[in-house]
Each structure stands twice: as C-alpha cells, then as structure tokens.
C-alpha cells in the first residue's frame, strides 16, 4: 500500500526539528550565551561556524524539500499500479510521461527514462539495479556536502580550542614580575584566550551535532524513497504497458 501523503510525512519531520533548533538558538539569544560568545571570541572562528551552519542548514531545507516532491510523486505512482488500471508511461526528453503528466525533472522521472530505454533496448526486463545504484550515488553525492561540513564544523571548533589556548599562554611568555597588579592583568588576559577556547569549543560541537541529526532524517527519508522505488521498478514495472 502506498505511504499516506509521504512529502508530508518527511516535510513534517524536517519542520520539527527546524522548530526545535530555532527555539534553541532563540533561547541561547533570550540568556544572552549567543552574544557572549560571540562577544568574547577573538578569533571570530564562532561567528565563521554559525555562518557555515546557517548556509549548511539552509541547503538541508532545500533538499528536504525536492525530496518531499520526489517522495510525493512516487507515492502517487504507487497508489496509480494499486488501482485496476496500471498508468500509462511513456519517455519524455529526459524525463517521463505519466498518464499524460510531464516528469520531465527530478530524480525520478530520469531515472524510470533510463528504465524505459534500457528495456526497449535490451528487451526481456532487464536487471535495473545498476541504475538504482547510480541514483543512490547521485543522491549520496548530493548529501556529501552536508556530512563533509558536519565533520568541519567540530574541527572549527577544535581548532578555537588550540587558538584559545595560544592566546591564553601568550601573556605568560611576557610576563615580566608577578605583582598583584601584573597578575591581575595576567589572568584578565588568559580568561580571555579561555573564553575563546570553550565557546569555540561549544558552538563546534554543537552545530556539528545538530547538522549531522538534519542529515541523518535526509538520508533515512532518501533510503525509504530508493527501497520503495525498488519495488516499482523490479515488480510493478515489470508488467506495465508503455504509450506509443
């Protein structure tokens, strides 16, 4: 049976965790955290790591979305081999033609173009899976990025931590006498490469961990969305009848 309104299903789970990582980052402004790391890190590697997380969140939300419409699609194919009457596909450019719906973009009408003409040339039905590897690679390439950028963001972070540290021993090499008042100075300055230190530190952890749960749901929903197409075109495909 066909998944019930899928892109809703996969969009619903990408709004909630969008929700939930702007009432954490709306709290982390409420208590003042955001504008005391950002205030205290000389080095601006936490304002680099936001910026990263933001662009990196914003792509997340753009492929969430073409693959709600992929999902969305397949579905609607699924629920068409269900009825009494299998649709009607046809090659389309690129793409393909559904019971006279143009599927000329998207991942999914390429790759049941490719089907299709490897059927009509090599008749017999043809083993597909080469081709649904090619699309699990292409889809994997197009995640890449986003695991790429998980991994450096935590190293940002660990690289303000060495940072950090540099800036709070420097003062030490300096150091000339040890009065109160050079010393009060001393750890004024060395609290400040601390503070660098550990706000790099956090907010590298914590983007990291949130960017690699976003694509962890992107990868688990694109997973889902290359089993089901399996099944289409190994089993339901298998018997349909093309247009002209």
Request: net charge negative.
């Amino acid at each position: 049976m066909a998944e019930r309104n899928p892109q809703y299903q996969h969009m619903s789970r990408t709004l909630i965790l969008t929700g939930l990582i702007g009432f954490g980052f709306f709290a982390a402004i409420q208590t003042g955290l955001l504008r005391a790391a950002l205030e205290s890190d000389r080095s601006f590697l936490s304002t680099v790591i936001l910026l990263v997380y933001t662009g990196a969140s914003l792509q997340w939300l753009l492929l969430s979305w073409r693959l709600s419409t992929e999902r969305d699609r397949l579905a609607r194919l699924e629920a068409a081999f269900s009825g009494v009457n299998p649709p009607v596909l046809e090659r389309a450019g690129s793409g393909v033609r559904v019971d006279g719906e143009n599927w000329d973009e998207g991942d999914l009408g390429r790759h049941l173009s490719s089907v299709l003409a490897k059927r009509e040339t090599i008749p017999g039905d043809p083993e597909t899976g080469l081709l649904l590897q090619a699309l699990a690679d292409v889809i994997a390439n197009r995640h890449a990025s986003g695991h790429f950028l998980s991994d450096a963001l935590l190293r940002l972070g660990l690289l303000g931590t060495v940072v950090g540290f540099i800036l709070m021993l420097a003062p030490v090499a300096g150091m000339e006498s040890f009065d109160p008042v050079s010393a009060r100075a001393l750890l004024q300055e060395m609290s400040g490469g601390m503070a660098v230190a550990l706000y790099t530190t956090l907010c590298g952890l914590i983007t990291s961990l949130l960017l690699k749960l976003q694509y962890q749901v992107l990868d688990s929903s694109a997973q889902d969305f290359l089993n089901r197409l399996a099944v289409v075109t190994d089993v339901r495909l298998a018997s349909f009848s093309s247009g002209a």
